[in-house]
């Protein structure tokens, strides 16, 4: 089983910078895994923020696009969220997700960290 643990979030100032880290453990994680990031803010649906393909493919969700950037090291099974300008309506719980390449749903995810960004 693969286990995805998130870390960084925290309280912010409107236009602040947070990363976000996700580290991943297990037997049978792999680094082609498709690896992405989740948000849910109270009363609304988890939407998809970043993902990242083992070749090299990202996507943005265009709320975030030329503000957040999703990296990741493979040697260090960990992927990153970098999040700058962030504005108020950025606050949310963020949620580290992966699957295999060819899996239509996430298999994985972690048990969220708080993002809160003040006016």
């Known amino acids: 089983q693969v286990q995805l643990v998130e870390s960084g979030g925290g309280l912010v100032q409107a236009g602040g910078s947070l990363r976000l880290s996700c580290a991943a453990s297990?037997?049978?994680?792999?680094?082609?895994?498709?690896m992405a990031w989740f948000r849910q803010a109270p009363g609304k649906e988890r939407e998809l923020v970043a993902g990242?393909?083992?070749?090299?493919?990202?996507y943005y969700t265009d709320s975030v696009r030329g503000r957040f950037t999703i990296s990741r090291d493979n040697a260090k099974n960990t992927v990153y969220l970098q999040m700058n300008s962030l504005k108020p309506e950025d606050t949310a719980v963020y949620y580290c997700?992966?699957?295999?390449?060819?899996?239509?749903?996430?298999?994985?995810w972690g048990q969220g960290t708080q993002v809160t960004v003040s006016s």
């Open positions: 990242s393909w083992y070749g090299g493919t990202t």
């Open positions: 297990g037997r049978t994680f792999r680094s082609t895994y498709t």
């Open positions: 997700a992966a699957k295999s390449g060819s899996m239509r749903e996430y298999e994985y």
